[in-house]
């Protein structure tokens, strides 16, 4: 059985840093593209980061690019999402994905394994 858990979201102030982690089981984590997902009440779960099971390549949504970085240990199948100058409109519910693919795909329906989720609330 596969499990995705998240940890590590919180209240935190615009400016200030988190980093979100997924500890995965049940799954080969070394052969998964990885990705980091959030959502708002009422819109649609948007994509944040990727990364490739040898972490060789990433990707990130513009709105986060230079102040995200996404990154994974295979020893401890986890996969990380530090969050830097964070602003109020990062507010959301912070996902991670799973999915058995070379490449990094940006749309929620390409992911096989999702995790509860993790709040992260960024005050002005």
């Known amino acids: 059985q596969v499990q995705l858990v998240e940890s590590g979201g919180g209240l935190v102030q615009a400016g200030d840093s988190l980093r979100l982690s997924c500890a995965a089981s049940g799954l080969t984590f070394s052969s998964y593209v990885m990705g980091w997902f959030r959502q708002v009440p009422g819109k649609e779960r948007e994509f944040v980061a990727g990364?490739?099971?040898?972490?060789?390549?990433?990707r990130y949504a513009d709105s986060v690019k230079g102040r995200f970085t996404i990154s994974r240990d295979n020893v401890k199948n986890t996969v990380y999402l530090q969050m830097n100058s964070l602003k109020p409109e990062d507010t959301a519910v912070y996902y991670c994905a799973a999915v058995p693919l070379r490449l990094i795909s940006t749309t929620s329906q390409s992911y096989k394994h999702w995790g509860q989720g993790t709040q992260v609330t960024v005050s002005s």
């Open positions: 990364i490739t099971w040898s972490g060789g390549t990433t």
